[in-house]
T-cell receptor
Framework: KQEVTQIPAALSVPEGENLVLNCSFT??????LQWFRQDPGKGLTSLLL?????REQTSGRLNASLDKSSGRSTLYIAASQPGDSATYLC??????????FGTGTSLTVIP | ETGVTQTPRHLVMGMTNKKSLKCEQH?????MYWYKQSAKKPLELMFV???????ENNSVPSRFSPECPNSSHLFLHLHTLQPEDSALYLC???????????????FGPGTRLTVT
């Protein structure tokens, strides 16, 4: 069974700092990987989706990379802002319609 | 606004009650999902529907009964729940399912369920 791990579990940084969130998965036979953010008490908002054939995706200040062979993905956030404070989740899709999520990284950006 | 709505947002029910959670998507998608999010645990996929047909049931107890009358609506019927079923229940939708093309999932705000 696929296992998804996110490190660190929590991160606190001063505003303006660049940061990297990590996601690792045990089964490299994935079809895609998706990064989400979740605000307290809310649902998930999709940030980036990387297909298995891709190496990275970019959206604004966010850049996600994927190294399928090593079972790793990173989410890079440039020039962090207090509004970036949230929990960031990664999810992978394996065969069929199975989706596996990590437990998330709780990010706090200090003004 | 994500285009996926869920009602109610909060629900408190006793173990002998029967209640239903409702999800509606306004995105023209054909696939819908139920997830359970418990504290300190990863999201767990419960059910998947594609074009109104159930394609996945991840060993979910029968006290949870899904219903998908059309591609826009998804229900989760609850009966004789246990306190450990207390969690945030999230609905999601995507254009379709499968692996021929990566379909991005869009989530609703969730229903916070407390079983007393």
């Amino acid at each position: 069974k696929q296992e998804v791990t996110q490190i660190p579990a929590a991160l606190s940084v001063p505003e303006g700092e660049n940061l990297v969130l990590n996601c690792s998965f045990t089964d490299s036979a994935i079809y895609n990987l998706q990064w989400f953010r979740q605000d307290p008490g809310k649902g998930l908002t999709s940030l980036l989706l990387i297909q298995s054939s891709q190496r990275e995706q970019t959206s604004g200040r966010l850049n996600a990379s994927l190294d399928k062979s090593s079972g790793r993905s990173t989410l890079y956030i440039a020039a962090s802002q207090p509004g970036d404070s949230a929990t960031y989740l990664c999810a992978v899709q394996n065969t069929g319609n199975q989706f596996y999520f990590g437990t998330g990284t709780s990010l706090t950006v200090i003004p | 606004e994500t285009g996926v709505t869920q009602t109610p947002r909060h629900l408190v029910m006793g173990m002998t009650n029967k209640k239903s959670l409702k999800c509606e998507q306004h995105l023209g998608h054909n696939a819908m999902y139920w997830y359970k999010q418990s504290a300190k645990k990863p999201l767990e996929l419960m059910f998947v529907y594609n074009f109104k047909e159930q394609t996945e049931n991840n060993s979910v107890p029968s006290r949870f009964s899904p219903e998908c009358p059309n591609s826009s609506h998804l229900f989760l019927h609850l009966h004789t729940l246990q306190p450990e079923d207390s969690a945030l229940y999230l609905c999601a939708s995507s254009q379709a399912t499968g692996t021929s093309f990566p379909y991005e999932q869009y989530f609703g705000p969730g229903t916070r369920l407390t079983v007393t």
